[in-house]
Structure formats: C-alpha cells, structure tokens
C-alpha cells in the first residue's frame, strides 16, 4: 500500500471531487424535497444509482455475489449507508438548513472510531482521542443551543428533532464503517452495486405504503435535485469512496471529514441564501478541531 502521507495526485483528484459531490448534495436534498416527500426522494434517488451501478457492473464484465453472507451484507449496508440515513437527513431538510445538516454530519469518523474500538477492537484510544470526543461533544451543544438540551418543545421542537435525526444518520454512517471493514473480498463495483440495490429493496414498501413516487408532483427543480443525487451524490460518489479505499486505503480518506462539513455549510449560504449563525460556525470550529487531534493522534 502507497504511503498515506504521500498521496498520489490522483488520489487528492478524487478525493476533493467526492468531498465536493458529497457536500454539494445537502443543497440538491434541501431543493428535492420542497416539492417531494423525504421517502420519494430517497426512492428515486437509490433507483437511479442503482441502474448506473449496475450497468457499470455488466459493462465491466463483474458479477453480484449472491451467496448467503454477501447478501447479508448488502442489506446491512444498504440500510445504513443508505437508505436509513438518506431518510433521516431527507426528513431533516424539511424543517433545517442544508448547510446544518451537513455540519452535523462531521462527528461521524469520530462514532466510527468507538464503534470500531468496541466492535472490532482494532482501535487505540489514548488522551487525544478522548479529548477530540469532549471536544466534538461541546461543539454538538454549541450547536443545539444550551436552552434545546435542558428544554425540549417550544418554537424550536421540530428543528432540535431533525437535528437529532441528522446525528442519528451519522451514527448510522459510523457503524456501517465498521461493518464494511467485516465485509468477505469482493470487486468494489459489486458490492456497491449490491448494497444500493439492496437499500432500494428495503426502502421501496415505504414508498408503496406511505409516499406513492407515481403521485409525487414532480416539477422541475426536484426532477433536477432528485437526479443530481442518484447520478453524483450517490452511484458516481459510491465508486469513489471504494476506489480511494483501495488507492489509499481508509487513514487517507478520514480526510474527506475535514471538507464536507465546511462545502455544505457555505454551499447552503451561497445557493440557498441560508443565514449564517454564530454558533454553527463556533460548534463546526471545535468539531473541525476534534477531527484534527483524532486525524493526529
């Protein structure tokens, strides 16, 4: 494996374009689902990854696995890499700022380094580790507002709650990391091709129960947002994050962690003219400042 301290240029390319589609796509949820449903929206979106991802299988010449254990792990992943936190962070955006939800997304290497100290018992923990925790915490209260965390209801019951669906996304992201380390060896093309076909399977009784796609009323904008996500936010995005993995392996990408936060957060200010507050930018300071001691310890 390449040395992580030298990485080559391609893989910065690819690392900054995933860091970019990923912190651009808080924007495209936010626009979708001002005219659709959070579960329409993940549905669509999944499908058409799905029809990339599996097109980009055939044509070069790989195969799904479909024994037991592997589809066991197509449906882990698939619902928590995707189609539980797409939902969530869809729901989320109806009631709070894109750019919010993609600070709130930033601690997710951090639950990734505890579930995997406690899952695979593979991880160190030492001082700077537990001081990045307490201080990715504060920066979490920072965020909520002191007044939220000792009172919930009043005026701000509904956002504190899809801030905390936001969070548990990203907790959803931090076990699904792990899982993914457990997964047998197989092509990177399969299995992302398996795991979002997997997450369209999970995900497609909603839709017929609760948000029938065919009723949506589409317009321009969430055709455009809704297509967006499939194409780059998630079928172009998957292949990059399992290619870098296997260029540089993990270390490399927690890199990514130190940029999507903040291309959410301005994204949101610039495209969608959301309000920029001081204690999202104090709380996205610490807990930039955390990922940093973790990225070092």
């Not at 990923?22 to 949820?29: A, E, K, S, T, Y």
């Not at 018992?121 to 209260?141: P, R, T």
């Amino acid at each position: 494996m390449k040395q992580i301290n030298q990485p080559i240029l391609l893989s910065w390319i690819l690392l900054l374009s995933l860091a970019t589609i990923w912190g651009v796509n808080f924007l495209f949820i936010k626009l979708a689902v001002l005219e659709v449903g959070p579960i329409t929206n993940v549905f669509c979106r999944l499908t058409i990854a799905a029809i990339i991802l599996y097109c980009c299988m055939i044509f070069t010449g790989n195969k799904l696995i479909l024994k037991p254990n592997y589809i066991i792990f197509y449906f882990a992943i698939g619902a928590l890499g995707s189609s539980i936190p797409f939902f969530l962070i869809s729901s989320a955006e109806q009631n709070i700022d894109a750019g919010l939800a993609g600070v709130l997304m930033s601690p997710m290497p951090l639950l990734t380094l505890a579930l995997s100290a406690i899952i695979l018992k593979n991880e160190k923990i030492n001082f700077l580790k537990v001081l990045s925790f307490f201080i990715a915490a504060f920066g979490l209260v920072v965020l909520f507002g002191f007044e939220n965390l000792s009172k919930l209801g009043g005026e701000n019951k509904i956002q504190f709650y899809s801030q905390l669906s936001v969070l548990l996304a990203a907790s959803c992201y931090g076990l699904n990391a792990v899982i993914s380390k457990l997964v047998p060896k197989i092509n990177f093309i399969s299995l992302a091709t398996g795991t979002i076909i997997a997450s369209v399977i999970i995900i497609f009784p909603f839709t017929i129960i609760f948000e029938p796609f065919w009723l949506a009323n589409y317009g321009t904008q969430s055709i455009i947002a809704i297509s967006v996500q499939g194409v780059f936010g998630t079928a172009i995005a998957n292949l990059l994050f399992f290619k870098i993995i296997e260029l540089e392996g993990p270390v490399f990408l927690s890199l990514i962690n130190f940029m999507i936060p903040l291309i959410a957060y301005f994204s949101g200010v610039l495209f969608l003219s959301e309000t920029i507050k001081i204690n999202v930018l104090i709380s996205l300071g610490l807990i930039l400042f955390a990922l940093y001691l973790n990225h070092r310890a």
